[in-house]
């Protein structure tokens, strides 16, 4: 055989042994690299759900970490709001105070109640006797002070000696003292007889003393020069702001 032949049946042996050789590693299923492959993909796959899970911890953590925020700001707020509420209550508080204290100096009406009795001294007095109603005898008196003087309740007359004061009409009471200012008059009628003659103890009487409440010296009006008929009927009114209901019982 000759030396080329030979080389060929080597080359062909060399060939044949190395497909026997793969054929032989296949059907042992040496398959090792396939399987180091999926064992780096299941391990990529768990480094990825690791970091998936790390990912959501994180957002998780954010999330709280911006609601704890969210809630300090709602308090910081709140406190804030208390705060301003609570100046606000104050100042209204000293609003209302200083609104009662405006209140309470106004002293307009307190002056006429702090008006001084009217007394003979600072007035003048005169009785007239008129036609209607019967039998009565009008008071008049005038303030000739420079201030305000108060009738203070009803004249206490005096018809010659006679030693008592006829009673009050208490229906007459007006609803306010009568307050005279200088140059005013105030009035009061006096019942001097029954109009029926029904009255008894009857007499004439030519002078007359009006006696105020404040026990000073009494005022002395004039009468008609034939005096005026009185007897035990007789009354008088409280002091009045006009004639009307100064003769008006």
């Not at 007359?157 to 005013?184: C, H, I």
Request: net charge neutral; with cysteine.
């Amino acid at each position: 055989m000759s030396a080329r032949t030979r080389r060929t049946h080597l080359l062909a042996a060399v060939a044949l042994t190395a497909v026997t050789l793969t054929l032989t590693a296949c059907s042992d299923g040496q398959g090792t690299r396939d399987e180091g492959a999926s064992t780096v993909s299941t391990s990529a796959s768990q480094k990825s759900g690791e970091s998936s899970t790390e990912t959501e911890q994180v957002a998780a953590a954010g999330s709280k970490g911006t609601a704890g925020s969210t809630g300090s700001t709602g308090t910081s707020g709140s406190a804030n709001a208390s705060n301003s509420s609570g100046s606000t209550g104050v100042s209204g508080s000293k609003g209302s105070k200083g609104t009662s204290a405006a209140k309470g100096s106004s002293g307009s009406d307190s002056s006429k109640s702090l008006s001084a009795p009217c007394t003979s001294a600072s007035t003048r007095v005169t009785a007239t006797p008129v036609s209607r109603p019967l039998n009565h005898l009008l008071l008049t008196v005038t303030n000739t002070g420079s201030k305000n003087c108060d009738l203070v309740g009803y004249p206490a007359v005096q018809f010659g000696e006679a030693q008592s004061v006829p009673p009050v009409f208490e229906d007459s009471k007006p609803q306010a003292v009568v307050t005279l200012a200088p140059g005013e008059s105030g009035y009061a009628g006096v019942l001097l007889a029954a109009a029926d003659g029904s009255g008894s103890n009857g007499y004439t009487a030519k002078t007359l003393a009006v006696h105020f409440n404040d026990g000073a010296a009494s005022a002395k009006p004039s009468l008609p020069a034939k005096g005026v008929y009185v007897d035990d009927s007789i009354g008088v009114t409280y002091w009045q702001s006009t004639m009307a209901d100064a003769l008006t019982w």
